[in-house]
């Protein structure tokens, strides 16, 4: 049958063959730049995500000095020591007159597994000594909480106030 087409009829079917195909390849092609848009976009996304998760250096210093330190629970002895030490010399530095710091014992936490260790500190100070004390707090790594806190002012001398704080941190 194609030997009886005139060679005017073949090159229209040739034509037409590559046209079909043309046809077929442009609409492939149009779905797959479609989608390849697409995953640009989520990749420039997911580049961002990345970008903002991985801070630069600075940015790691600011977040780490904003984070309160902490170190894992030692023996129940081992970390009162520890937490003495620390909590006495942050006491000195803040320039507080100070008790001999109290063990009121521990308890049990259910929620952690470990034992919550606690510590009552009484001392008299200038407000503003307290309240550097109090913003440092955070810098003792084996400090787990404040549980109470009673700031009382003399009456005849206002910036002189009497610190009542019981602190506390986890044990073993």
């Not at 600011?62 to 629970?73: K, N, Q, W, Y």
């Not at 909590?87 to 063990?103: H, Y």
């Not at 002189?160 to 506390?168: N, T």
């Amino acid at each position: 049958m194609i030997e009886k087409l005139s060679e005017r009829d073949k090159r229209a079917l040739k034509i037409g063959a590559v046209c079909v195909v043309g046809i077929v390849v442009f609409a492939f092609a149009a779905e797959w730049l479609g989608h390849w848009g697409q995953v640009r976009k989520s990749l420039a996304t997911a580049k961002a995500d990345l970008k903002a998760i991985n801070p630069s250096k600075a940015d790691q210093e600011g977040l780490r000095s904003i984070v309160p330190a902490f170190e894992m629970p030692q023996d129940e002895e081992e970390q009162k020591v520890l937490f003495r030490n620390k909590l006495n010399e942050q006491l000195k530095k803040a320039r507080i007159n100070s008790k001999p710091l109290q063990t009121l014992g521990t308890v049990k936490s259910r929620d952690t597994g470990y034992e919550l260790l606690r510590l009552k500190c009484s001392g008299k100070a200038r407000l503003a000594q307290v309240l550097d004390f109090l913003a440092n707090l955070n810098e003792n790594p084996y400090l787990v909480g404040i549980e109470e806190m009673q700031i009382k002012c003399d009456p005849k001398k206002r910036q002189e106030v009497e610190l009542d704080l019981i602190v506390s941190t986890l044990t073993r």
